[in-house]
């Protein structure tokens, strides 16, 4: 009977999948509720395995699916008053107490129950649907277990070798962008996933186990960073980049800080030119995606260790920032290039990039929104702290401009704080 209902689950879990708004879904749930209570009627005890089959199955059905998740009420406007009186008769079968409980009784099972992608799963089988149901209903169970067996599933579905498919490779890259952020599953994630992830991003050789080696060799983000023309390489790159933002979010949370000794400086110093390229998106909250990852990345240096190079290319695709269309994003740079300020080793900032970067930044010190302004009167503090060098450059422009302001208040008062330091 266990067998006869998960085939019949499998079925209708592959059509809807494969037709996402099937004629006949509302008759599919009824029938399916009806089998679950003519199932638990039949009073059979169920081994572990046969529960983790029932569960597989209702993992499977997008009703069941939104009925688990922790958002869910009764009262919301996908509530199923047959998928919800099914839930209420199962947990009372099962002595459950809630929704999350009943899922977990069988979460290991269930997880191990997934097949070894070859080289990957199609987006509309049964293998992925789970794999995605189970992200979303436990984020916590799957990332403590993320290093043993999500790995080497997940991460294969993210990489353009092994899943040439771009919109399936968006999917894959949302799903993990899902765990990475999920509230369950931050402070969960040990450290060793942490640094891996981001140094996934290089190919480098790890000393890992043997189930994560290929898995985290082949790399997560950017691989897919790389620019191609067309909408879907925008939707990959913007993709690619939350899920290294929802990385560096999970790496900042007091459980597992992220720091110089989990990741060295190498891979940081690798991602930035990526970065750098990113901040010209056309997509406005790509670039802002890309400053928020930048200012995290730079502050994880330590000061005046930014290479030569890196401070050539950044400076100016920061500094561009300040015109752009969004205040956001301009608030972002301002921030962005403090930090760049910071780890920039005084005799890389030369008199021509002082000079481009002060001429740009005092332009916005006069900006009509007051909460630009504060934030480029920061930065430029924070230029003016760099050197000996900048201090006199800064104060002879800002000298210079303060009276062609419609408000030269600021201006004189960055005078009169660099006169005093």
Not at 46 to 58: F, G, Y
Not at 244 to 258: C, E, I, N, Y
Request: net charge negative.
């Amino acid at each position: 009977m266990v067998t006869l209902f998960c085939h019949l689950a499998e079925v209708s879990a592959e059509q809807r999948a494969s037709c996402p708004m099937p004629f006949n879904a509302d008759a599919a749930d009824i029938c399916l509720c009806y089998a679950v209570r003519n199932l638990l009627r039949l009073r059979l005890e169920l081994d572990e395995l046969s529960l983790a089959k029932l569960m597989r199955s209702l993992l499977l059905l997008p009703s069941f699916t939104n009925a688990f998740l922790p958002t869910y009420t009764q009262a919301s406007p996908s509530s199923n008053y047959m998928v919800n009186q099914s839930l209420v008769i199962l947990l009372a079968h099962f002595g459950q107490s809630s929704r999350a409980d009943f899922v977990q009784i069988s979460f290991d099972a269930v997880i191990g129950l997934l097949p070894k992608p070859n080289p990957c799963y199609e987006i509309h089988t049964v293998s992925w649907l789970l794999l995605s149901a189970l992200v979303h209903i436990c984020p916590g169970a799957v990332a403590s277990v993320f290093d043993t067996v999500l790995a080497p599933i997940l991460l294969v579905h993210v990489h353009p070798c092994s899943n040439p498919n771009p919109e399936a490779r968006i999917k894959a890259l949302s799903l993990l962008h899902t765990l990475m952020c999920a509230l369950d599953a931050q402070g969960k994630f040990s450290e060793f996933t942490i640094a891996t992830l981001i140094e996934s991003m290089f190919q480098k050789e790890h000393n890992t186990p043997v189930l994560l080696t290929r898995a985290f060799e082949i790399g997560a983000v950017l691989p897919n960073l790389v620019w191609y023309t067309g909408r879907t390489a925008n939707s990959t790159r913007k993709a690619a980049l939350a899920v290294l933002h929802g990385v560096l979010h999970s790496a900042l949370t007091p459980s597992t800080g992220l720091s110089m000794e989990q990741t060295g400086i190498q891979p940081i110093l690798r991602l930035l030119p990526v970065l750098g390229t990113s901040l010209d998106e056309y997509d406005t909250s790509s670039r802002e995606i890309s400053l928020s990852c930048l200012t995290t990345l730079l502050n994880c240096l330590p000061p005046t260790s930014l290479q030569l190079n890196s401070v050539l290319e950044l400076y100016p695709a920061i500094v561009k920032r300040l015109d752009d269309s969004l205040d956001d994003i301009r608030l972002e740079a301002c921030a962005t290039f403090s930090a760049f300020a910071r780890v920039t080793p005084p005799n890389a900032l030369t008199e021509t990039i002082l000079e481009y970067c002060i001429e740009h930044f005092l332009v916005h010190l006069d900006d009509a929104n007051v909460n630009v302004q504060s934030a480029v009167f920061q930065a430029l503090l924070t230029i003016g702290s760099v050197g000996p060098l900048a201090k006199v450059m800064l104060s002879r422009k800002v000298s210079e401009i303060s009276f062609s302001h419609r408000d030269p208040a600021l201006a004189i008062r960055l005078l009169n704080v660099l006169n005093l330091s």
